[in-house]
Each structure stands twice: as C-alpha cells, then as structure tokens.
C-alpha cells in the first residue's frame, strides 16, 4: 500500500512537471499545437492534416486575399484532429472563415488516427472541448454487446487518463528538443523541397492500392463522418464560413464512394466544396514532392485557391 502510495504521488508530481514544461514550449510542434488552440486570431484559419500544412502558402493567401490567415494543419493528423481544433479555435476566436482541408483517404477507418489522438491529451483537465474526441481513443472499437463490455462497461482511455504521466507518453524527447531548437514556420505553413519522379510517383500509387486492398474491414469511420458534421455546424452556430477543399493529388478520387460521401454531405449543409483532385492544371510532377504539393506546387495552387475563395467572399459578404 505505501508503494503504491508512493507511485501515484510519483505520478501525480511528473505529470505537473511535464504539463508546466509543456506549456512553456516557445517552438516545435507543442506549441504550435497550443498556439492554435488558444491564441490563434487570424481571419482565416486552414484546418487539416500535413495535406493543410504542406499545401497551403498563408502568407500568400492572406496577401491575395488582403486578410490574415494562419495555417493550422498538423502533420499525421485526420478530420477528428480537425474537430478538436475547430472547437478550440471556435471556443476562443471568431474567424472569418474556416478551411477544411480534407484528404478522402480521412473518411475511412484507420487505427493508427486514434493512436495519434494522444496530442489531445495534455489538454484534457484544462479544455473541455476536446475530451470528447480524445475520449474516442477507448471507444474506437467498442462492442456494446461483448460479455465484457456488459461485464466492464468502462472506456479504457479515462481509466488511463486518471495517470498525470500517461499524458505525456512519448513526449519527453520531443519536449525537450522544443527547448534548444527552434522550428520557423511562416504562419504555420513548412513547405516540401523536393521533386517526385515518375518511378516514385508509380510506386506511390501501387503502394496506395495494394494497403487498400489489404485492408480486411475498409469501411467509412463514423465518428469521422460526425467530425465533418460536427465542423461545419460549430461554424454555422458561430457564423463562421466554412469551405471544405481537396487539395491536388498524384490519384484522381472522383471515382471512391466516400467522395460522393462528402459532396452530399455539402450539398446538405449548403456549404462550397471545391475540389482539385482532377484539376489537369496540377498534371506535372514538378509541382509534388510525394502526395504533398512541393513549394512551387504550393504556391501554384495558393495563387489559384485564393483567386476561387476571394470570387466567393465577393458573393458572400
């Protein structure tokens, strides 16, 4: 019992220690996260996975657009990541308009998303708004109708996230790294260098339809469709725009049901769908530096989705 003592009062002290260190982070992907859930003021706001991060040149946007944006993207992320953001952003700023940057790969089911939903939890006693979304990490597999689910009907995730530690799994390294180097992004957009050749544009693609269709249970991820639903009607409860966006692709989508998945869910909320997953202007592996716009992409497509956005802000005022 006096170990046992000892071990949670342990707990309960390197949680503090690393939820200070934590916050006090000045640079890296920590506080970036932090600065988007609790300081970010611009106008316009691109919400997403790398896909946002890589794809859209901000400073670019805002000039074209004579407003200030801020690239909230984050590398490896999914639409659940973008709904914890979007409630944090709402929760403390009101943008002009939000962009969602969806890959439609996002809508499928995929563990590893849940995995990475531990960037929430160092969040989870101070915001409320993101317990939801990080409490999905127990429940992404829960059969209500197992003898152990009637026998134990608990979601594991809250059971863990009583340890003060827990939260900081994996963290240390990178926590402490945000101490001595310091990662420039210009309002949040990193941009890729490198070019794609057509060897490694072939097997990125042949790669792609084999993980396909090694997938035994490939289905549409509910709490990812309610992610998209519940993004565009925060925006709505505040006012805000919304325009969801497919950035360009090696792979043209038009033709994978969840495309027609998101259009319809769109057409319902009477909200701008642009997609760029088959614009021939994007045909030319200069401008990818994988499944990512490389910086000339980036700019190319910035230049042009700028120009489409400001025609309809022009339309709605």
């Not at 259009?263 to 592996?285: C, E, K, Q, V």
Request: aromatic letters at 12%; one cysteine or more; a neutral charge.
């Amino acid at each position: 019992m006096i170990l046992l003592a000892l071990l949670i009062v342990l707990d309960q002290l390197v949680g503090i220690v690393m939820h200070k260190l934590y916050f006090s982070s000045t640079s890296g992907s920590e506080y970036e996260t932090t600065y988007a859930f609790t300081k970010a003021d611009a106008d316009l706001i691109v919400t997403g996975s790398s896909k946002a991060r890589r794809n859209y040149n901000t400073p670019l946007i805002a000039d074209s657009l004579k407003l200030s944006c801020y690239n909230a993207g984050h590398d490896g992320q999914s639409l659940l990541f973008s709904y914890a953001m979007t409630k944090m952003l709402l929760s403390h700023h009101q943008p002009k308009i939000i962009v969602v940057e969806l890959f439609p790969e996002e809508l499928y089911y995929k563990e590893v998303h849940y995995d990475r939903l531990n960037i929430l939890l160092p969040y989870y006693s101070d915001y409320n708004e993101i317990r939801e979304v990080a409490n999905w990490r127990g429940a992404r597999n829960e059969d209500t109708t197992s003898i152990f689910y009637k026998l134990f009907p608990f979601n594991i995730e809250k059971i863990k996230l009583l340890s003060q530690s827990y939260r900081y799994n994996s963290m240390w390294l990178d926590l402490i790294k945000g101490l001595f180097k310091k990662q420039k992004t210009e309002s949040g957009y990193l941009p890729l260098q490198k070019t794609i050749s057509e060897i490694d544009k072939q097997k990125y693609i042949e790669e792609f339809e084999l993980t396909k269709n090694r997938e035994r249970e490939r289905h549409i991820d509910p709490n990812k469709v309610k992610s998209l639903i519940g993004i565009i009607e925060s925006c709505k409860q505040k006012n805000v725009k919304i325009v969801v966006v497919m950035s360009p692709v090696l792979k043209k989508y038009s033709d994978d049901p969840v495309y027609h998945l998101i259009d319809s869910i769109a057409m319902s909320y009477n909200i701008p769908f642009f997609d760029f997953t088959g614009d021939n202007r994007f045909n030319n592996l200069e401008y990818f530096a994988d499944n990512h716009l490389n910086q000339i992409g980036s700019t190319y497509f910035s230049t042009i989705f700028a120009n489409k956005l400001k025609s309809f802000l022009a339309l709605n005022p």
